[in-house]
Every structure is written in C-alpha cells, then in structure tokens.
C-alpha cells in the first residue's frame, strides 16, 4: 500500500480522484480497482489517517441496517415496504463483502460481527406498533426469522440490562429481535477496501485537504493543501466522499444537482463501558421509540458491548467539537455543519 503524507506541487493525472478517505470513497474505489485495474485511482484525506471521522467505529452506531429494528424506516406498520428496501440493499453489500473474501481481499472477521438486533418499547400505543410491525415483516422472506414477546421475564433474558432494577409499574411492554443482525467496524472495513485500491493501480495520500474543485475541458482540476504545501492534480472523474464537507464543495464546483441540498443534522452523544462483567451481559442492538416530535434518527439504542446512545443537538454537538468559534460558524454559515469529529453518529 502507497501512502504518503506529503506532497508535490502539481501530482501526477488521475482516472478518478476520491476525496475523502472514508467508507464511502473506500467501497466505489474498491470496485473500481476490480473492474479498471489499469485506472489510476487517487485517494485524498485531509486527516493523517483514514477513516478517522465518521467511519471511525465509535464515530457511528456501527449497525449493518437490515431494517430489522429501524422503527423509522416504517410508521405506518401495515406498509414494510421501505424496512424491506433498506435489507435488501444491505444483502448487496453483503453479497460485494462475499465475493471480496472469496478473493482474498478481506477477512470478515476483521469488520463484520453477529448481534441480534431488537426493539424495546413501552405503553400501549407503541405496543400497539410494535406487534402490528412485527406481523407485517414476517410475511417478508428477509424477516421471517423475528421473534416478539410481551413478557417482561423473556424480555429480561434476550436483553438483561434494560431490565435490570426496573420497577413492576403494570405499563405495557414488548420487544422484538432478529437473531441475524451485524455489527460492521466501518473503520477497519474502510482500511481493507483502501488496501484493495492501494494494491492495483492507486495510490492513497492522506494530510491532504481539498478545498478547490473546477470543471475543465476534459474533466476535473482538484486543489489543496497538504503540509509541503500547496498541490492540484486533474483527474477524468471525482468522486465527493467528504463527509460534511461535500456540500461545501459541490457548491464551489458549481455542481447544479446540489441546489436545494442543506444540512441533515444527525448526532449522538457515545457512553461506554469497558466493565467486562457488564458488557458480558449485553450483547444485542436494542433501539427504542422515539418520543413524538423528535428528529427521525433520535432514537435512543443500547448496541453490543454496552455502549449507548443518546440523541443530541448536532450543531450544538459541533460547535463543541469544532477546532475553533471561527471555523464552526464558517461551515454553519455556508449552509452545513462541521466536518464530523468524536461522538458523531452518520451512519447511526
């Protein structure tokens, strides 16, 4: 693998330049290796290393979305049509991750991990919900395998911390779970598909930030600065895949299919615990119902190895997390917030 933290002035023309070292730059520049081998693929990172902001493992929920246990993805539970949607997209990428491995291009065990993912509600209206979901996934081949209860003793067995010293108030409750659920290391997957890039024909140069994309005649000219100093490079085709900063890029390139596009504020704030015999007790995804007027991703989940989530502001989240006053007020006031840093949930 060809990594480098410095730069030329003018670097050598690209096939295809990926800006944004993470897992979205990472899986189409994996593909592309495979399909166009002899394509010369540039990789760019502002940060010194890949995958260090939103796909960083404990920068998202690190869920492989089967809309197993999605409660948004479906409010009306008579109409599973778009849970169904979001699993069978998550099966392609399955099916891409399959036929890496049956290369040898990635170890599975390095990024994808079983954890049952299930739900946890309370009251009767969101018991309601929950068993009417349930009855109209199971007719659905890819959720034939859900189980439900309304018994707080099983509820207490699949998932014994949301339980533990919980008083008997006679409200109602229930629960559901796939047995077949994942947990995905976002992180270490991004690393294994650079590799795949980095081993044909592309090369990977991370402290470099883009900050000037023009169309020319015959393609693209991508501007930055890395520690050496400043760089461009011209390439045929760019791909945007920087998180945060996308937005701001495209409206400098002039990109006429971004009008209309503005900030998706998504956030969590991360509590972990690292108690082995607690986290022994926990290994399922359990999301919960979002109270009503909520952001549609502001719902509270308790993943594997007893860590959990809770909703908050993302632009309050940023500006505490921004390297200074100056620059959170600069990306907020071209219509997105900072780039992602600790605690941000973009994939949820």
Same mark, same amino acid.
């Given at each position: 693998?060809?990594? &480098?933290?410095?730069?030329?002035?003018?670097? @050598?023309?690209?096939?295809?330049? *990926?800006?944004?070292?993470?897992?979205?730059?990472?899986?189409?520049?994996?593909?592309?290796?495979?399909?166009?081998?002899?394509?010369?693929?540039?990789?760019?990172?502002?940060? !010194?290393?890949?995958?260090? !902001?939103?796909?960083?493992?404990?920068?998202?929920?690190?869920?492989?979305?089967?809309?197993?246990?999605?409660?948004?993805?479906?409010?009306?539970?008579?109409?599973?049509?778009?849970?169904?949607?979001?699993?069978?997209?998550?099966?392609?990428?399955?099916?891409?991750?399959?036929?890496?491995?049956?290369?040898?291009?990635?170890?599975?065990?390095?990024?994808?991990?079983?954890?049952?993912?299930?739900?946890?509600?309370?009251?009767?209206?969101?018991?309601?919900?929950?068993?009417?979901?349930?009855?109209?996934?199971?007719?659905?081949?890819?959720?034939?395998?859900?189980? +439900?209860?309304?018994?707080?003793?099983?509820?207490? !067995?699949? /998932?014994?911390?949301?339980? %533990?010293?919980?008083?008997?108030?006679?409200?109602?409750?229930?629960?559901?779970? &796939?047995?077949?659920?994942?947990?995905?290391?976002?992180?270490?997957?991004?690393? /294994?598909?650079?590799?795949?890039?980095?081993?044909?024909?592309?090369?990977?140069?991370?402290?470099?930030?883009?900050?000037? *994309?023009?169309?020319?005649?015959?393609?693209? $000219?991508?501007?930055?600065?890395?520690?050496?100093?400043?760089?461009?490079?011209?390439?045929?085709?760019?791909?945007?895949?920087?998180?945060?900063?996308?937005?701001?890029?495209? $409206?400098?390139?002039?990109?006429?299919?971004?009008?209309?596009?503005?900030?998706? @504020?998504?956030?969590?704030?991360? +509590?972990?615990?690292?108690? @082995?015999?607690?986290?022994?007790? &926990? $290994?399922?995804?359990?999301?919960?119902?979002? %109270?009503?007027?909520?952001?549609?991703?502001?719902?509270?989940?308790?993943?594997?190895?007893?860590?959990?989530?809770?909703?908050?502001?993302?632009?309050?989240?940023?500006?505490?997390?921004?390297?200074?006053?100056?620059?959170?007020?600069?990306?907020?006031?071209?219509?997105?917030?900072?780039? @992602?840093?600790?605690?941000?949930?973009?994939?949820?």
């Amino acid at each position: 693998m060809t990594t &480098h933290t410095a730069s030329s002035t003018s670097l @050598p023309a690209a096939d295809v330049v *990926l800006i944004g070292g993470g897992i979205m730059s990472a899986t189409l520049g994996s593909m592309l290796a495979l399909l166009e081998p002899q394509w010369r693929i540039l990789m760019l990172e502002r940060a !010194e290393d890949l995958a260090a !902001e939103s796909s960083d493992p404990w920068n998202n929920a690190g869920t492989g979305h089967s809309g197993f246990c999605e409660l948004n993805y479906m409010p009306d539970p008579d109409d599973g049509s778009k849970a169904a949607s979001i699993a069978e997209q998550f099966h392609l990428c399955r099916q891409w991750w399959a036929h890496l491995v049956r290369l040898g291009l990635l170890e599975p065990n390095e990024f994808i991990h079983p954890s049952t993912h299930m739900n946890l509600v309370f009251g009767a209206e969101d018991v309601a919900y929950l068993r009417a979901r349930v009855t109209t996934l199971r007719a659905d081949p890819l959720f034939a395998d859900m189980e +439900y209860t309304e018994d707080p003793e099983v509820i207490a !067995e699949w /998932a014994p911390l949301t339980m %533990d010293g919980r008083p008997d108030t006679g409200e109602p409750m229930a629960a559901a779970r &796939h047995p077949r659920g994942t947990d995905i290391d976002f992180g270490a997957l991004t690393r /294994a598909l650079t590799r795949i890039i980095a081993s044909a024909s592309g090369e990977v140069r991370t402290g470099h930030e883009v900050n000037g *994309l023009n169309r020319t005649g015959t393609g693209w $000219q991508i501007t930055g600065a890395s520690p050496a100093g400043r760089f461009r490079v011209r390439a045929k085709t760019v791909f945007v895949g920087a998180g945060g900063f996308a937005l701001r890029l495209l $409206q400098k390139a002039k990109v006429p299919e971004v009008r209309g596009y503005a900030v998706l @504020p998504v956030g969590a704030a991360f +509590y972990r615990c690292s108690t @082995p015999a607690v986290v022994a007790r &926990h $290994q399922a995804k359990v999301y919960g119902q979002a %109270d009503v007027g909520a952001a549609p991703r502001s719902t509270s989940r308790r993943r594997a190895g007893a860590s959990a989530l809770r909703p908050v502001s993302d632009l309050q989240h940023e500006a505490a997390q921004a390297r200074s006053t100056h620059r959170f007020l600069h990306h907020t006031a071209v219509g997105q917030s900072a780039r @992602p840093r600790r605690g941000r949930c973009a994939e949820s």
